[in-house]
């Protein structure tokens, strides 16, 4: 049975109008005011018949090929990436979020969203190309000169130039402040860029002619740390046609992503460009960091999403033994049942779907609070948007990608010896999934930031109001009936406001105990959010019409409810317990 | 700073001595009564010294190379592995725990588990090829002809040959009774086999010249299902020198362990011999179970213990950050920090650790149970040994194999994205750690195996039996002075006491109930285990003179009763709801 993949389409549907009733939210943003589902539905079928149908008959042959790289330091993608690259552009698929102004078609993020999660579930590694060209696209049009604007920002936008992200050097990973490149200024107002970068995502390639690099660095007269980096616009291709001097001196031998060209970079006196003010990058890049750390979220999404379904079509087919129980009833057959009737498996294929329907919820959540916080008519409501964006960012890249890493690993469980041999592709799937839970800041750095910045920073406001809003929601189900649903939302919202609280309290005589409990404070609040995603889920599906899919949708938001949601308390129970003692090695 | 392995040597001893009390039991084994620890130290030592100086610098290059067949069949191992092999069996190895009467060294299973868990701590792969020689030894030796064990049993006891087990066939994985393969009795009382078996570890190689395959068939006149299955011995060699009709058909390729030839055989009327009675013989292999099952749970234990010794020695050199309390205090240095001061580092890596050494004394007591279940000097510490080994098994197999993957990915996050990139090692420890949770009975079938016939078919007998000795030592860790741990102790042999009554109160009524909670069992009776692991080695350490030692010892301990432990809690939370209701899909 091979690995398959059918783009989820009705459950984003469901998501996107019933759960988070987004046009609602669009009518009050200028840019989508015209929007309709209709126009959604179809963007996102055709994504979907992209993903399946380009990306996913290349992804296990990309695993297996890898690029390569010859003498000159030139990388070939594998066997027809470029092709699928050229549809992509050609589909005006990079473009979907970019604003018309430069060539882009000016949809939300969060119908981009959706596009990328299947994107990603059929290709990670092909994705990893695509996938900073928004980031780039943001962070040049909202720093960088007229002059580079009108060189690079509409072929950014449309995908005709790709993009590369160089910060990580050998001694400065998650930080920054180590690093060493530097730049100098020149009489013509260029730089010359000097330095290595490791780790850098298309960096090289043969799927664009041009190749933007965006370099964190120094210049001569920078102060030391964080505060003295520099962003620069460095391009593969001079304006004279001429090649910019930088090579990529290597390529990394990884456990996943093999598609995608992971460089050593090595600068030569370079020629680029300043972006942003002096010393000012990391403020210029952060700007993209929610909208990334989204993406890289989404990655984990799509890999659960792909895993589960391939799973649940494994167990569905393969049979041991006799189940007690199975769907025909006890003893119906004659022979063995399909393990998808077995309770261990059953455990396994809910716990993903559950897990994947929820996240899904919160993911898209993010995103639209990103298109409110960028487009809302009411300065208030962006405001708002913006900080329920920045708390919910950390909580979607990090809890995402976790379960996309445990889900693929769960279900490989289920074809048991099949899932670790690799035609199956879900050990791909677990190896490719696995790198989301690092980059763009390890899912401890994302928990940090969630702790330190969006919860305790602000006095806990923005938290507030997210759990003002959460209430709400467990208002309504128990005005809908779904007692259950209310009392559990309403329990994780009191233990997340209580667990806040100590924490806070803990904070202010010793610095280093959120640090202590910042991961655990993640994950508890991910479950307060999944609380939310599943009763706002079950009260949504009392208003589909197809009875038969609501009802396995409720049961499944219930099989979380019952079976998962306790996790949450010992996540806040360790918070609680900030003032523990975590010894020194 | 390349992938390393210091041998546990000190933690091996004091569990072995102090945590066990080994010595004490030996003293009442017959074979055994002369042993003493100067011996059993100077034998670890050598085998610590043959898997960090032979078998660790062969393992990545195994990863790499793989095994590669040619067109007639043939399998050659990766470079180094043949050497390796030879000096293996030179040095004694294999016959470890084998009966002098048959060329072995009559040393305990306990010794035998620790050099176990050290070579496999240094190439899985490579380990997968002898792995099989005690099962394969212990089977012949119960079940075979006079005959069959005078022509191999010795050759297998001391590894100069090698042997494969061949259950699996591709509709017949979990589920053995589905299995085709035909033995066809012959006239001089041997059997011509006809069949394919697939995931046969070792089923074709280069390391020796003979190998014995120990095949699950069918004779003409078996009944259905698994009470038809009878055991031929096929060797690849026959008596009279010529080559068996048995071929390798293919390998797999294989997310891990690729220095393991994993063959796809095909038996072409293969002359063999039954191995035990007709139609016996899944009571036959199920023999060798619990210390086949036991030796892939120290597969698990050292996975995490060489993923924690690089993870450690790591944070200690690479320095991203400052730490607000570092090891030299608050604000030493200039620089940044070593890693291993950041919290989220020092959760990690004592998780790591609390989490290998409590588990080494459960596998290690497991290993010396069933030594005394075969050597005691009183009839009723066999029977009482027995038993706990029995319910002991399914917990070392399932938990250390899932903290073996799991473990290795917290250690891969130490790493970053340097722990994605091959040369660093760990990706190659969690890709090869993974397939532990799947063979000789996937976790899910252990904790079915655990709950079903450990638990709950004796009514909770040896569940209570092993519940007086937990509590034997919570008394004694009170007496100690160790209330923390006492207490701990106490409350979790309680709760799994209580968990245990409330499933098998649902399980009358309602026969799928334990099958729904059985993998929560298996985890929350791990985690009572570990309570007990862990008070026992706080109070060992009271004994140890080298205070040092022993108060981080201590503070390890602690670190799991504090941070982990309370994890049992939704275990047991989960169990005691056995009656909630598991929607079918």
Redesign the interface.
Known sequence: MPWDYAPPLADMRFVIERVLAAPASWARCAPFAELDLETVDAVLQEAGRFAAGVLLPINAGGDAMGCVRDAAGHVRTPPGFREAYRAFVDGGWPALPCSPDWGGQGLPLLVDAATREMFVACNHGWVMYPDLLHGAYETIKAHASDDLKARYLQDVATGRTLAAMAL?EPQ????LG?LRTRAEPQPDGSLRVHGSK??ISGGEHDLTEQIVHLVLCRLPDAPPGSKGISLALVPRRLPDGTRNAMHCDGL?????IHGSATCQMRYEGATGWLVGEPHRGLAAMFLMMNSARLHVGLQGLGHQEVATQNA?RY??ERA??RA??G?GGPGAGAG?DAI????????T??RLQALVEGQRVIAYRAALALDEAAHHADAGARAQAAALAALMTPVVKAFCTHQG?HGA?AA??VW????????YGV?QS??DA??A???EG???IQ??DLLQRKVLADGGAALRAWLVEARAEARRCADAGLADFAAALEAECDAAAHATAAVAATAGAD??AP??V??DYLMGLSHTMLAWAWAASARAALGVPDRRWAEAKT??M??GL??LL??A??HW??VS?AG??????
């Open positions: 990580t400065a990973g998650s930080d180590l490791i780790f990394e031998h990884k456990m996943g649940l167990a569905s041991q033994g007690l129980a769907g063995p998808a009737h077995h309770p261990a498996v059953r455990h294929l809910l890493f690993s490989l469980q048991g010896g099949y899932g670790y041999v690799r035609e050990e677990l190896r696995r790198i839970m690092i980059y390890t899912n401890e928990a940090i610095r280093e640090l202590r910042a991961d049961a499944r219930r099989y019952q079976w306790p996790q308390a010992v129970q360790r317990a523990s003692v975590l010894p020194h090695l």
